[in-house]
């Protein structure tokens, strides 16, 4: 079966759903905040559901469409797209801007989640 937007393991969330799905979420949340007009978003879509597949379980993935969501764009200051903000108990604890390949981002996250350093 091929993996289609409907089945993404990359979860949707807006303004109204953000607190529960990503504040009081028991595993560290990455929040992509993209925009459907954003090349690089795009770009990143793909790497980003591969490592929701696999470390479901340990790491939650999240996506905000910041058109549709600008009071939560707005709280965290963020204003380039994409921008990948990782959560930890319910708060930021590292900040990535910008597409790049799956290798990369795990080495940028790293720091914050030593088991997601590339193998």
Aim: glycine content about 4%.
């Amino acid at each position: 079966m091929t993996s289609t937007a409907t089945d993404t393991p990359v979860i949707p969330v807006t303004d109204a759903t953000f607190a529960a799905e990503v504040l009081a979420s028991d595993l560290p949340v990455l929040v992509d905040f993209t925009a459907a007009w954003c090349g690089p978003c795009r770009m990143i879509a793909p790497v980003l559901a591969e490592l929701a597949e696999e470390e479901a379980g340990r790491l939650k993935i999240v996506k905000l469409d910041v058109d549709a969501n600008p009071a939560t764009q707005a709280a965290y200051g963020v204003l380039s797209m994409p921008t990948l903000l990782l959560f930890r108990a319910g708060e930021p604890v590292k900040s990535v801007v910008g597409a790049r390949p799956k290798r990369r981002l795990r080495q940028d996250l790293a720091d914050e989640l030593p088991w997601l350093a590339p193998r």
